[in-house]
């Protein structure tokens, strides 16, 4: 076998719809799958599909089956390297001439578990690797082509300036996050401009209000005392009396005492202790009625210092509410609140720097999609040109195409340009949208051609084509199993298709049959012998009833698209072998 770099050389798939299990090795070149409507051909490309990273949906298990799996092996050779990035994002390191195997479960439950090389690996990891080895062009695509938003990426891929599209694209992300950014800021001005009010106003309050720590526990004290003044008062002026003023005061009678018993001391050694004790005791009454002349002397205020003390209380007291906290953590709130006052003052410049950031990202954004404009403009014409020349071969030799460029002044995801592609058919008829004039079969053959044109860059080895020949039959039928033979004869072709014309071309046929067994309907896929093909051409030119003539036809058919055929047409030029005027316009 012929390997060549990137090809598809081995699947197996399990408990896949009715595809319960059933492997396929692909031949290098072209291949083609046929088989009845409903027999299961597409669950092929479904499988692919899932190994390209595609969403895997809990109906594609098989009744009966915990899971549905598909495993495939790639023939990756010297070309590893232009898988290399995406392989070292799952941490894989792949040598020069080894095969790469990649693996998808499927569970009924819904989980699904990716693996390369047999390590586990991530959807996303998947994604990047599988799209680098298989190109699946389906029918989806088939009427993709009718959205005007896919033509700038077709010419942006033909260009080559993709990585010029991702430059701009995250410095276009930047610019609208930061004019988002702007216009939030504009946006809570007023309110900005309430909230500084308010901060002032709070802060004007606390600041004359000066808390002082432990202040407003000491004044509570302070008031309770000062509230029962009177009684406290004339306690005060009462102990002094009795202690020291008054003439049988405490302290005299004391000291008598005291005097009398110093006398007999000399006599007594208790008497002595006696009169020691009572002249402390006098001494004591002496301290006592002077703490008490203090006292009266502090509690001798009159009602107007009470007032003044009670308001302040009751403001200490309304703070501690309003801002709900204890009267010591108010400092703290006055400093938070200092902080966001400065915040917000300072918004306003912030809003000037954001405001200078999202000119300057607008500019950058601006001066990269003049490149892509540029880059563009001048791959436009060899686009259309390259794209007519595939639609000749495909017998369209009077087709015209022009991948119309608007360059517009409003910035958007891939730039400033809108692109639409013109076509007309056949000769003498203007140009028009080709979503709006284009039949399914030419649709079907400008498709083919654009995957003729996207291949001949550095890309995918493997092309998968589903049944995008729908809509055509007889001579552009075999023109286009010309187009996937000449295609194939530099990368691997797969290609679903109901028409004997693209089926004769292929190296290898596979006929997919759908049988009962035990009650239960399975598909299988068969790689037909040359006999076989001639069988299985037959019938898709004749219907159920094969014939001999059928037989004869085939065979035919199948000789001459073996027959290494050539395109006839090479592409033309135009008529006076002039370049294109330029497609480029300028929209307000």
């Known amino acids: 076998m012929l390997h060549r770099p990137r090809v598809l050389d081995y699947l197996h798939v399990q408990s896949l719809a009715l595809l319960d299990d059933v492997t396929v090795e692909f031949d290098p070149r072209m291949n083609v799958l046929t088989g009845e409507t409903g027999a299961g051909k597409s669950l092929i490309i479904d499988a692919l599909s899932l190994l390209r990273g595609g969403r895997a949906q809990v109906e594609v298990v098989r009744d009966g089956a915990d899971a549905a799996k598909i495993v495939a092996q790639f023939v990756v050779g010297d070309s590893v390297g232009r898988i290399a990035a995406a392989l070292g994002d799952a941490g894989i390191e792949t040598g020069e001439d080894e095969n790469l195997v990649i693996e998808r479960v499927v569970s009924r439950t819904g989980r699904s578990r990716s693996r390369l090389q047999a390590q586990l690996t991530t959807q996303t990891v998947l994604r990047s690797v599988g799209e680098r080895l298989v190109d699946i062009c389906s029918q989806h695509e088939h009427h993709s082509l009718t959205h005007v938003s896919r033509h700038i990426e077709l010419l942006d891929a033909f260009a080559g300036i993709e990585a010029q599209v991702g430059n701009y694209a995250q410095t276009y992300a930047e610019w609208v996050a930061a004019t988002r950014a702007v216009r939030e800021v504009e946006e809570q001005a007023a309110a900005r401009l309430q909230r500084m009010d308010y901060l002032r106003f709070q802060l004007e309050e606390l600041d004359r209000v000066d808390v002082q720590a432990g202040e407003y526990d000491d004044l509570r004290r302070r008031v309770d005392l000062l509230r029962d003044a009177r009684t406290w008062i004339a306690f005060a002026r009462e102990a002094r009396e009795m202690l020291y003023e008054a003439d049988d005061a405490i302290a005299s009678r004391l000291a008598g005492l005291s005097e009398r018993a110093t006398k007999g001391a000399d006599d007594s050694p208790l008497l002595a202790e006696m009169g020691g004790q009572l002249e402390s005791a006098q001494i004591a009454c002496e301290e006592a009625a002077a703490a008490a002349s203090r006292f009266a002397a502090q509690f001798e205020v009159d009602s107007d210092d009470l007032e003044a003390l009670e308001e302040r209380l009751h403001e200490l007291d309304h703070l501690r509410r309003k801002h709900g906290c204890e009267v010591d953590e108010l400092p703290g709130k006055r400093d938070a609140m200092q902080t966001a ?47 007519e020349e595939r639609l000749a071969a495909l017998h369209m030799p009077k087709a015209r195409v022009e991948a119309g460029l608007a360059v517009g002044d409003k910035l958007g995801p891939r730039g400033l340009d809108h692109v639409e592609f013109m076509f007309s058919a056949n000769e003498g008829e203007s140009l028009a949208p080709l979503s709006k004039v284009a039949s399914g079969g030419e649709l079907s053959r400008v498709l083919l051609a654009l995957k003729g044109v996207l291949a001949t860059g550095d890309r995918v080895a493997t092309y998968v084509f589903d049944e995008v020949d729908s809509g055509v039959g007889g001579a552009v039928a075999e023109s286009i199993g010309r187009e996937l033979w000449r295609a194939a004869t530099d990368r691997q072709v797969l290609c679903v298709t109901h028409l004997p014309q693209i089926a ?31 069988e299985e051409l037959a019938r898709m030119l004749a219907g159920s009833r094969v014939t001999a003539r059928a037989r004869e036809h085939a065979a035919e058919l199948l000789a001459q698209a073996q027959a290494k055929p050539r395109s006839r047409h090479r592409g033309r030029r135009s008529a006076t072998g002039a370049s294109r005027p330029k497609t480029v316009r300028s929209v307000s």
């Open 504 to 534: 004769a071309f292929a190296q290898a046929h596979f006929r997919v049959e759908k049988a009962s067994h035990g009650g239960r309907t399975r598909t299988k896929v068969v790689r037909l012998n040359d006999t076989e093909r001639v």
């Open 341 to 387: 006052l400065v915040e917000l003052e300072t918004a306003e410049d912030r809003a000037s720097v954001l405001e200078a950031r999202r000119k300057q990202l607008e500019a950058q954004c601006r001066e990269l999609a003049a490149e892509l404009s540029t880059g563009r403009a001048q791959a436009a014409d060899d686009f259309a040109r390259a794209v």
